[in-house]
């Protein structure tokens, strides 16, 4: 059973965009203050989907305890009730073996789940209003289930591709069902924990850059083979977990007998870490230049300051 809330319970977040070093922050904070870390990433929760995540490999872990990795069958759905509901556990258990929990990753709304008491991330779902948009959208197109999201919240519906049918569809399933939307969650938050909440901050260009080397990567290491080991075990785009940046692109380049679009696998990882940038500047949190000595110097000191106080 998940505890209550309380703000004497000391954790760290690591978050940011993709490729900005936030696993190995993480990693090397644990190693000092005898931490563990709990993953906050949408698609590294997903069994089989290594490269296109970027999962941590063991040599990158060095020892130091990860979870909520590799936890979901990869045909399953996963929301952020789900992620909440797993990783609160873990994280008092950590709390209660005197150790220190780092929550590392990118996926926002998870990170919000961790960090503050949220009514609507708790709404049941709602069959009728999941039938009702999946007929709707069969009968229509992903596209007019996604126009009727816009006109209720569109905030929430810049945020999410039309294809991306089932958080377009659960975002109106809290709605519908709560009478909130999901963008006006940021108002309504109840710090659960005492946190320090760390982003690793580089310059634009050279974030590009890195991004765009680590697409490159990725195809090298053989993502478009795990991408067709997806699709030969039954997986559509109408999975979740095909949902994410570089499997998505590969999976409908492949259904129409198309070349890989690395040029765009990359464009929609960049534009996805300006949407990172801009959602977790609103958490504030302490920035930290990871390519700098004095950066790290001066984070570790801040550090042992919030842990002390």
Same mark, same amino acid.
């Given at each position: 059973?998940?505890?209550?809330?309380?703000? &004497?319970?000391?954790?760290?977040?690591?978050?940011?965009?993709?490729?900005?070093?936030?696993?190995a922050l993480a990693v090397d904070i644990a190693r000092k203050y005898n931490g563990e870390v709990i993953s906050a990433d949408s698609v590294s929760i997903y069994k089989n989907l290594n490269i296109g995540s970027a999962k941590p490999t063991k040599d990158e872990m060095q020892g130091i305890p990860h979870y909520m990795i590799d936890i979901v069958e990869e045909n399953a759905g996963f929301s952020v009730?789900?992620?909440?509901?797993?990783?609160?556990?873990?994280?008092?258990?950590?709390?209660?073996?005197?150790?220190?929990?780092?929550?590392?990753?990118?996926?926002?709304?998870?990170?919000?789940?961790?960090? /503050?008491?949220?009514?609507?991330?708790?709404?049941?779902?709602?069959?009728?209003? !999941?039938?009702?948009?999946? #007929?709707?959208?069969?009968?229509?197109?992903? !596209?007019?289930?996604?126009?009727?999201?816009?006109? +209720?919240?569109?905030?929430?519906?810049?945020?999410?591709?039309?294809?991306?049918?089932? !958080?377009?569809?659960? #975002?109106?399933?809290?709605?519908?069902?709560?009478?909130?939307?999901?963008?006006? +969650?940021?108002?309504?938050?109840?710090?659960?924990?005492?946190?320090?909440?760390?982003?690793?901050?580089?310059?634009?260009?050279?974030?590009?850059?890195?991004?765009?080397?680590?697409?490159?990567?990725?195809?090298?290491?053989?993502?478009?083979?795990?991408?067709?080991?997806?699709?030969?075990?039954?997986?559509?785009?109408?999975?979740?977990?095909?949902?994410?940046?570089?499997?998505?692109?590969? /999976? &409908?380049?492949?259904?129409?007998?198309?070349?890989?679009?690395?040029?765009?696998?990359?464009?929609?990882? !960049?534009?996805?870490?300006?949407?990172?940038? &801009?959602?977790?500047?609103?958490?504030?949190?302490?920035?930290?230049?990871?390519? &700098?000595?004095?950066?790290?110097?001066?984070?570790?000191?801040?550090?042992?300051?919030?842990?002390?106080?």
């Amino acid at each position: 059973m998940v505890q209550e809330n309380s703000l &004497t319970d000391k954790i760290l977040v690591v978050c940011g965009p993709t490729a900005s070093g936030k696993t190995a922050l993480a990693v090397d904070i644990a190693r000092k203050y005898n931490g563990e870390v709990i993953s906050a990433d949408s698609v590294s929760i997903y069994k089989n989907l290594n490269i296109g995540s970027a999962k941590p490999t063991k040599d990158e872990m060095q020892g130091i305890p990860h979870y909520m990795i590799d936890i979901v069958e990869e045909n399953a759905g996963f929301s952020v009730s789900d992620y909440e509901s797993k990783a609160l556990p873990i994280i008092y258990d950590i709390i209660s073996r005197h150790k220190l929990p780092i929550v590392c990753g990118g996926t926002g709304f998870y990170i919000n789940s961790i960090l /503050y008491k949220m009514s609507y991330g708790n709404a049941k779902g709602d069959d009728g209003i !999941r039938d009702k948009y999946r #007929a709707l959208a069969l009968k229509s197109g992903n !596209r007019a289930v996604w126009d009727e999201l816009n006109m +209720i919240d569109s905030e929430t519906a810049a945020k999410l591709h039309y294809n991306d049918s089932v !958080r377009v569809i659960r #975002a109106l399933e809290i709605f519908y069902s709560t009478g909130v939307k999901k963008s006006q +969650i940021i108002d309504e938050l109840n710090p659960r924990f005492d946190a320090f909440v760390i982003m690793p901050e580089i310059e634009r260009s050279v974030l590009y850059d890195r991004i765009n080397a680590r697409v490159d990567d990725m195809i090298n290491r053989g993502l478009l083979d795990e991408v067709q080991g997806l699709i030969n075990r039954g997986i559509t785009i109408d999975n979740q977990c095909m949902q994410g940046i570089g499997y998505k692109e590969i /999976y &409908t380049a492949r259904q129409n007998g198309e070349d890989v679009p690395i040029d765009e696998i990359k464009r929609n990882s !960049r534009r996805y870490a300006k949407r990172q940038l &801009t959602f977790f500047k609103r958490l504030n949190p302490y920035l930290f230049n990871p390519l &700098t000595d004095k950066s790290k110097i001066d984070l570790y000191n801040n550090i042992e300051i919030f842990l002390k106080t």
